[in-house]
Nanobody
Framework: VQLQASGGGLVQAGGSLRLSCATSGSIFGDYVMGWFRQAPGKQREMVGIFTTLSSTTYAGSVKGRFTLIRDNAPDTIYLQMNSLKPEDTAVYYC?????????WGQGTLVTVSS
């Protein structure tokens, strides 16, 4: 399984971006898929994940501003980010976990200027 992330860039505070993460390879059964981020000097943290095909959970810092969207053919997830803040600046990674298998996409940089 490979994950291809895209959509990062530079945006002003208050603006919006949409990240995408496309999967390649065969995936069957249940798995968790979502977005994480790592800001400079900080630990990687969960942003939002699909805990099932349609159920989601978000970090408190992004709830109400970020939305996960899913397209199942093939499995592609999006992170719609609105009302961006400078503190959202980070490298964003998509991740897929299936049992003991743990896949990460390459990061995509989001920079929010004040």
């Amino acid at each position: 399984v490979q994950l291809q992330a895209s959509g990062g860039g530079l945006v002003q505070a208050g603006g919006s971006l949409r990240l995408s993460c496309a999967t390649s390879g065969s995936i069957f059964g249940d798995y968790v898929m979502g977005w994480f981020r790592q800001a400079p000097g900080k630990q990687r943290e969960m942003v939002g994940i699909f805990t099932t095909l349609s159920s989601t959970t978000y970090a408190g810092s992004v709830k109400g501003r970020f939305t996960l969207i899913r397209d199942n053919a093939p499995d592609t997830i999006y992170l719609q980010m609105n009302s961006l803040k400078p503190e959202d600046t980070a490298v964003y990674y998509c991740r897929l976990q299936k049992g003991k298998d743990d896949y990460w996409g390459q990061g995509t940089l989001v920079t929010v200027s004040s």
